[in-house]
T-cell receptor, first 116, second 113 residues
Framework: NAGVMQNPRHLVRRRGQEARLRCSPM?????VYWYRQLPEEGLKFMVY????????ESGMPKERFSAEFPKEGPSILRIQQVVRGDSAAYFC??????????????FGPGTRLLVL | GNSVTQMEGPVTLSEEAFLTINCTYT??????LFWYVQYPGEGLQLLLK?????DKGSNKGFEATYRKETTSFHLEKGSVQVSDSAVYFC????????????FGSGTRLSIRP
């Protein structure tokens, strides 16, 4: 059973470009979470999605950032008009369901975004 | 709101030394508590977890006990190895934070041969 997959693993963008980060959850998992890790810091929650629904986006910046998890295909985190402060590692996690405290989230290897 | 505070690093120990990384939390309700480990250049791996008071999570020689009276979840290992060098994150989920995980800032551990 493959784990959570993220691609690309490394992404370099120039200021003003768009960044698209993809996450394929573990097989059988329908809940996806995105976290951001700034250098030398812990992970900060960004958004929680189920198929075709955004459940909690309380950690998403109000502008330039969006996320989706379509019926088919991976979840996408999209950053428009990137700035240097967006440079970070972006981690995706998945779980089979939510609403149960015991449910573990499994993390992908992350996408390291560098904005020049 | 919910939060996690953990011991600042870096922590440097010799091989076979005893390890403690302190972690305390603030939460409403009854959260689940976790320790995650991040090896260089990799994602997070779940190391252990505990879901209710007095539960002890354990894995790979690491242990942590959910202490509600002191709101703590300290990570311990009796004899560390060079391969344990990594960043360790204490985290909680549940209570008022619902589905999202709240992470501590991480503790970098380096083990000398």
């Amino acid at each position: 059973n493959a784990g959570v997959m993220q691609n690309p693993r490394h992404l370099v963008r120039r200021r003003g470009q768009e960044a698209r980060l993809r996450c394929s959850p573990m097989k059988g998992h329908s809940h996806v979470y995105w976290y951001r890790q700034l250098p030398e810091e812990g992970l900060k929650f960004m958004v929680y999605l189920q198929k075709e629904n955004i459940i909690d986006e309380s950690g998403m910046p109000k502008e330039r950032f969006s996320a989706e998890f379509p019926k088919e295909g991976p979840s996408i985190l999209r950053i428009q008009q990137v700035v240097r402060g967006d440079s970070a590692a972006y981690f995706c996690a998945s779980s089979p369901r939510a609403g149960e405290l015991q449910e573990t989230q499994y993390f992908g290897p992350g996408t390291r975004l560098l904005v020049l | 709101g919910n939060s996690v505070t953990q011991m600042e690093g870096p922590v440097t120990l010799s091989e076979e030394a005893f390890l403690t990384i302190n972690c305390t939390y603030t939460a409403t309700g009854y959260p689940s508590l976790f320790w995650y480990v991040q090896y260089p250049g990799e994602g997070l791996q779940l190391l252990l977890k505990a879901t209710k008071a007095d539960d002890k999570g354990s894995n790979k020689g690491f242990e942590a006990t959910y202490r509600k009276e002191t709101t703590s979840f300290h990570l311990e290992k009796g004899s560390v190895q060079v391969s344990d060098s990594a960043v360790y994150f204490c985290a909680l989920r549940g209570g008022s934070s619902a589905s999202k995980i709240i992470f501590g800032s991480g503790t970098r551990l380096s083990i000398r041969p």
